[in-house]
């Protein structure tokens, strides 16, 4: 079972940024896809970015597309969430997961896809 640990949560202006990062453990870290979701309070878990194990492929939700940037560095077993422009409507709590897939260009939005998740990273932007 693979251990999921987020950090570089914060609190920051709207307008600012913030990078999060997803450190995997285990061997098997480059053969899945990987992904981040968010969950505000009161709403439901939502999907925010997801990338292939290679890295050649990205998906993002329309509200983060343009502004949020997902990579990997599959060497170190990081995922990494390189958030910009942030808006007050982009706080929550960030959790990365791994994808059941090890296909080199398929990457999931649903989260019943992912089979294991991290504690999670709170992220707060003030107005």
């Known amino acids: 079972q693979v251990q999921l640990v987020e950090s570089g949560g914060g609190l920051v202006q709207a307008g600012g940024s913030l990078r999060l990062t997803c450190a995997a453990s285990?061997?098997?870290?480059?053969?899945?896809?990987m992904g981040w979701f968010r969950q505000a309070p009161g709403k439901e878990r939502e999907f925010v970015a997801a990338i292939s194990r290679g890295g050649s492929r990205t998906l993002y939700a329309d509200s983060v597309k343009g502004r949020f940037t997902i990579s990997r560095d599959n060497n170190k077993n990081m995922v990494y969430l390189q958030m910009n422009s942030l808006k007050p409507e982009d706080t929550a709590v960030y959790y990365c997961?791994?994808?059941?897939?090890?296909?080199?260009?398929?990457?999931?939005?649903?989260?019943?896809?992912?089979?294991?998740w991290g504690q999670g990273t709170q992220v707060t932007v003030s107005s």
């Open positions: 285990g061997r098997t870290f480059s053969i899945y896809a």
């Open positions: 997961a791994r994808d059941t897939s090890v296909s080199y260009y398929t990457v999931h939005e649903e989260g019943s896809n992912y089979d294991s």
